[in-house]
């Protein structure tokens, strides 16, 4: 899903279903079947939660297959609990199955770009809403300057109900832009003694980003545009965009030595 929470809470999901065949054939672990459920129940509160808060769709869908799920597992631990005994192999591929499924055909929807660009990147009034759809490298330093463009970005929504001055809304610009410059310059130092392979391609993505400023800026400077909803939208979405895919790929999980 590209979603720090979501997707670590997949992995852990998965390791649990897959731990199971190391007790052996046959299900004899209660516990491992409760544990699994309850990890399945926070997992599934959390994520209708992100999704009902930021209107996300797929929220009836999300709930019915949730609910199904959970009551699966229940209906497994009563067997197991009422002496039955069932195969290890069977729970482990329905599970397996459903996951997948779920994931491919229903988070997917839920957390799909397009739906996100269309609630989150349009609506966030804060980081704490943006946050969770921003993956974090683990470098502090880059970490802390996608926290800070992005509040600068944010904070677009303020000066909009304020009816901010375009000499205000150009300032702001100006602020992004020099912010976004030195953080680039920082990673492009990384990403060059790295030699990592898409290091072109992500430069050529920092490139745009500022191309894109620059004509936002102009347009309101020579009032050909006003600041608007849509310009901080493509803003949000952009960096989200980029932070998930290039910055995550680039640093995420790194041991560097600078
Ligand atoms: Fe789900
Ligand atoms: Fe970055
Ligand atoms: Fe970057």
Not at 30 to 53: M, N, P, Q, S, W
Not at 115 to 131: G, I, K, P, R
Not at 188 to 208: C, F, Q
Request: hydrophobic share 45%; aromatic share 10%; glycine share 6%.
């Amino acid at each position: 899903m590209r979603i720090d929470t979501i997707d670590g809470e997949h992995r852990v999901m998965t390791g649990m279903v897959l731990d199971m065949m190391k007790a052996g054939d046959v299900v004899t672990r209660i516990d491992v079947l409760r544990a699994l459920h309850d990890y399945a129940d926070e997992h599934f509160c959390g994520e209708e939660t992100l999704i009902e808060y930021h209107g996300l769709p797929g929220l009836d869908i999300q709930r019915e297959q949730h609910r199904k799920f959970r009551a699966i597992l229940v209906s497994y631990i009563d067997q197991v609990q009422a002496g039955e005994r069932l195969s290890v192999a069977g729970i482990r591929q329905f599970i397996l199955s459903w996951w997948i499924n779920h994931i491919n055909d229903v988070d997917a929807v839920s957390f799909a770009p397009s739906a996100l660009a269309a609630t989150v990147f349009l609506s966030a009034d804060s980081w704490e809403d943006y946050a969770p759809f921003i993956r974090a490298t683990g470098i502090d330093q880059i970490d802390a300057d996608h926290r800070s463009i992005s509040n600068l970005i944010i904070r677009m929504k303020e000066m909009l109900h304020q009816e901010a001055s375009k000499e205000e809304a150009v300032a702001l610009f100006d602020e992004i832009l020099a912010f976004a410059r030195s953080h680039f310059k920082y990673e492009e130092a990384i990403l060059a003694d790295s030699g990592a392979p898409l290091g072109k391609l992500h430069m050529d993505s920092h490139a745009h980003f500022l191309v894109m400023v620059e004509n936002f800026r102009g347009d309101i400077l020579f009032d050909r545009l006003s600041l608007s909803e849509n310009i901080r939208k493509r803003l949000l979405e952009w960096w989200a965009n980029h932070i998930n895919q290039f910055d995550y790929d680039a640093f995420g999980c790194q041991e560097l030595t600078s």
